[in-house]
């Protein structure tokens, strides 16, 4: 894994902008800390940081291959999983190979099959090609935009970078929010409009899309995946056959590094299946799995129960590790310390995220990052195979708008009356309905199987997008790579088109899933509840928080005129009142005011401007 960037000017001389280009290579030193490049001409630079992963004498980037037509200069960030078979495919189309390495692969395919190459691709990607030539720039992001992508395009060219710090390295780019994007970060957020950055004039390359920059026009960019509706004509065994072999097949091409590798066990169902096939693999080839899971001090002492947190994981990683004959690792934080690193996960992730769901998981890698620098981690499950609350509760699942954050009112509620421009229902409702109305379905569906594809695409266009960026930048921050096997493209798109009835077998949540591996795992964590990742109940993370955010608000804090602090108080004074969550499952009134804290420190860092 890697960090990459880029700048294209008709007019300016670049290698006179150095200063600039090395202050966008820096931002990214954390994704990539074992190696850096840049490739320069005198009106396009390609900047690359590098996580050596998979061939590590190799792999250097910036890399170029030649033709008789054209130059091609690659700036890659991610992993292909089918890099063996793509490798032998093109040798037999005359292609020779300098090293092992996936990127000398994807350079390759993309010089052999152009733009085309994508539909070839199977892992997780972000990338550019400089055509010399041509004067072209081509990027593409993966499918389900795991990697992430954003740029800037101005009247006399172009910038790219792999996260948003490196666009705001540059002179060029401002840190200006208007009343879109504070209405995103509000009402909206931690999620993210697909496609969108918070910053005036800043975009995302949103997942499955790809784009095409020429000197002195407009970036064009297109679409070049989506999910598509197919009529599922498979029984329950063979489906039930097919979802196994798919994931497992995913999980062991991502076993793949020359690199230590562990896995990120809760003693859930999906990071209990990855852990199960991972010690397979590893027992047969003479190895042990190492395994690790995430608590927090006394968190055994004020675990609360409720309908989206049924059990504590640690009741079952114990259990599993053993099942497995696991090396396992259990890594404790201290509250009041992911409190205290909720700036740093701004830092990571570049505008306000989950709170301490994202703090928490930063400090794990940071635990992890001595010993491992790939783990493998269960995200994505949930959203394809139907494991919220809210694919179940029909009372929630046929309300129209996003379910996992349904109170609009809560949000205008904590803010004074006229900082939020226009309808802020409607500017919610408006994102939604796009969403639905992009999703394709059959013509003769039920009404029922007909919302359970909108949910799907709602929850990997949308929630899934949240955790995937969570996960990225945290583990980035640190140095490690985290694999998502759950999101093979080949997995998502069966599930798409798997039937409620198969999807929800037994009637129960990931029902099909539970079953596909139901003799890999011990009964009672084949068919526990489903349970979200761990957060932290002690009333010490509460207590810091608001010490910290009571600071913020003495010291002069560019949110002090927007807040209602009478509302805020109140929320303060009665936490349990609070029924719903401000987002997702676990972001209750202690994260509500981590995420005001994260929004002053990332207004304060970045000297952002409200216009």
């Not at 504070?182 to 995302?204: D, T």
């Not at 020429?214 to 509706?229: C, D, E, H, S, Y």
């Not at 169902?269 to 003479?286: N, P, R």
């Not at 994505?380 to 699942?397: K, N, Q, S, T, V």
Request: net charge negative.
């Amino acid at each position: 894994m890697c960090g990459i960037a880029g700048w294209i000017d008709s007019q300016r001389y670049l290698p006179d902008q150095q200063t600039a280009l090395d202050a966008m290579s820096r931002t990214l030193e954390r994704r990539g800390p074992d190696d850096h490049g840049q490739y320069m001409e005198p009106n396009a630079c390609l900047l690359h940081r590098r996580l050596a992963v998979v061939d590590p004498e190799n792999g250097h980037q910036p890399m170029q291959a030649h033709t008789e037509e054209e130059t091609y200069v690659l700036v890659y960030n991610g992993e292909l999983y089918n890099t063996d078979d793509l490798r032998q495919r093109l040798e037999a189309l005359g292609c020779r190979f300098q090293s092992h390495s996936d990127t000398e692969v994807l350079l390759q395919a993309y010089g052999m099959w152009g733009e085309n190459c994508l539909q070839e691709l199977n892992g997780i990607f972000a990338f550019a090609v400089w055509e010399k030539n041509a004067q072209r720039l081509f990027a593409a992001r993966d499918r389900l935009g795991v990697k992430p992508f954003y740029y800037y395009a101005y009247s006399d060219g172009f910038l790219f970078g792999s996260e948003i710090k490196a666009l705001l390295a540059n002179p060029l780019v401002e840190p200006i929010v208007d009343s879109q994007g504070l209405n995103q970060i509000f009402l909206l957020g931690p999620g993210a409009i697909p496609g969108k950055a918070v910053y005036r004039g800043m975009q995302e390359l949103a997942p499955g899309c790809c784009l095409t920059y020429r000197k002195g026009q407009a970036p064009q960019v297109r679409r070049w995946w989506k999910l598509t509706a197919r009529e599922h004509t498979e029984d329950e065994k063979t489906s039930v056959a097919h979802v196994r072999s798919l994931l497992i097949d995913s999980i062991r091409r991502q076993l793949v590094s020359d690199v230590p590798l562990c896995t990120l066990l809760s003693g859930g169902l999906d990071s209990s299946i990855i852990s199960a096939v991972a010690a397979q693999e590893y027992k047969e080839q003479g190895r042990r799995l190492s395994t690790y899971s995430v608590d927090y001090i006394d968190n055994a002492k004020y675990f609360q129960r409720n309908l989206f947190q049924p059990a504590p994981d640690s009741e079952f990683i114990g259990e599993m590790a053993e099942a497995i004959g696991s090396d396992h690792h259990n890594i404790v934080l201290e509250n009041a310390a992911q409190a205290d690193a909720l700036v740093d996960a701004v830092r990571a992730r570049d505008y306000p995220g989950m709170a301490d769901i994202d703090s928490s998981l930063l400090l794990f890698c940071r635990a992890i990052k001595p010993d491992y620098t790939v783990g493998l981690s269960g995200e994505c499950a949930d959203e394809i195979f139907g494991g919220y609350p809210w694919y179940h509760r029909e009372e929630i699942l046929f309300e129209d708008t996003f379910p996992w954050s349904r109170s609009v009112n809560l949000r205008k509620s904590i803010l004074q009356p006229d900082v939020l421009k226009g309808d802020s229902a409607e500017y919610v409702r408006a994102e939604y309905l796009k969403t639905l109305a992009d999703t394709d379905k059959l013509p003769d569906e039920s009404k029922k199987e007909a919302r359970m594809r909108e949910m799907f695409r709602l929850n990997t266009d949308w929630f899934m997008q949240t955790l995937l960026t969570r996960k990225d930048r945290m583990s980035m921050y640190s140095g490690v790579e985290m694999r998502v096997p759950f999101c093979d493209h080949r997995l998502v798109e069966y599930a798409y088109n798997l039937p409620w009835e198969l999807k929800s077998l037994h009637g129960r949540e990931k029902g099909i899933l539970r079953e596909a591996f139901s003799d890999l795992l011990p009964e009672r964590i084949a068919w526990r509840k489903k349970s979200p990742y761990p957060r932290t109940f002690s009333p010490v993370y509460f207590d810091r928080v608001m010490a910290l955010f009571l600071q913020a608000m003495e010291e002069g804090s560019p949110l002090k005129d927007l807040l209602d602090f009478d509302r805020l108080r109140d929320l303060a004074e009665h936490p349990n009142d609070l029924k719903e969550p401000w987002y997702g499952q676990l972001m209750r009134v202690p994260q509500i005011f981590a995420y005001l804290l994260q929004i002053h420190w990332w207004m304060k860092e970045n000297h952002v401007r409200i216009m």
